[in-house]
Nanobody
Framework: VQLVESGGGLVQAGGSLRLSCAASGRTLSGYAMGWFRQAPGKERVFVATIAASGYPSYTDSVKGRFTISRDNAKNTVNLQMNSLKPEDTAVYFC?????????????????WGQGTQVTVSS
């Protein structure tokens, strides 16, 4: 499975961005997907996951602001980010795991994209 993220960029605080993750090589319909982020000098951390069933889960800091969704027909996963804050600045990574259940630990994911930069200015 190859994953390619897009949609990152520079946005002012309070603004929105929509990240997309396009997969090739295999259909994603049976895979749980996740978004993680890594800020400069920090470890990569969990942001959101969506099970094969479509059930989502989020880290507390993004609940109510971010929405993860999947389009199995297009083999994509999206992350809609609203009310962005400077602390959301990071490289965002898409990941896939060959299990149906979503997960918050990066070690449970087998496939990763190269990341897309999100910068939120104050």
């Amino acid at each position: 499975v190859q994953l390619v993220e897009s949609g990152g960029g520079l946005v002012q605080a309070g603004g929105s961005l929509r990240l997309s993750c396009a997969a090739s090589g295999r259909t994603l319909s049976g895979y749980a997907m996740g978004w993680f982020r890594q800020a400069p000098g920090k470890e990569r951390v969990f942001v959101a996951t969506i099970a094969a069933s479509g059930y989502p889960s989020y880290t507390d800091s993004v609940k109510g602001r971010f929405t993860i969704s999947r389009d199995n027909a297009k083999n994509t996963v999206n992350l809609q980010m609203n009310s962005l804050k400077p602390e959301d600045t990071a490289v965002y990574f898409c990941a896939a795991r060959d299990r149906a259940a979503g997960a918050g630990r990066d070690g449970l994911y087998s496939y990763w994209g190269q990341g897309t930069q999100v910068t939120v200015s104050s």
